[in-house]
């Protein structure tokens, strides 16, 4: 019985072990963002400036229905953006390391200048009723407690609780 538990012991212990290595940083290739690997030692990779751009063009053009000149121009603007925001986080990382993590004092103000220079030009890009809808739909994702129903929401709109069948 004892050599037993012991032999389930020993092969519980050597999983754990396994299964921690393929959650191990791995180290990045041609100075891309590290990322943690997934079960079986797989590596995320970010997705490129162009991949992001495209993901959120095709997002503003379901929730607004742009012109084709339109989608190109908010993909080209998206793909800059995109492109700033990884310049960015190198410089962020960068700082982070040399200054023993205390460097990324600021690097919030340059985030913000960036997305305010965004949609600066996406007002310029789309009509006065499609930025307002787009300017909406922002707020709305950045406040999501501000929703009709949810907890904190505006006066006259009820919070609704999820029902657990009166358990705890």
Do not use: C, W
């Amino acid at each position: 019985m004892k050599k037993m538990i012991f032999t389930v012991l020993v092969a519980a212990s050597t999983a754990v072990g396994l299964n921690a290595q393929n959650t191990q940083a791995v180290t990045p290739a041609q100075g891309q963002p590290t990322m943690q690997a997934q079960p079986g030692g797989r590596q995320m990779t970010p997705p490129s400036p162009e991949d992001r751009a495209k993901r959120m063009t095709e997002h503003l053009n379901q929730m607004l229905t742009l012109t084709p000149e339109q989608t190109k121009k908010v993909t080209d603007l998206y793909k800059e953006t995109a492109t700033k925001q990884d310049a960015l986080r190198k410089e962020a990382q960068a700082n982070n390391g040399a200054a023993g993590g205390a460097g990324n004092s600021g690097m919030g103000a340059k985030f913000k200048e960036l997305n305010d220079n965004t949609d600066a030009k996406l007002k310029e890009i789309l009509t006065a009723d499609q930025y307002t809808k787009y300017l909406e739909s922002r707020k709305a994702r950045m406040n999501p407690g501000q929703r009709p129903g949810m907890p904190g929401a505006p006066t006259g709109a009820p919070a609704t609780a999820p029902s657990n069948g009166g358990q705890h």
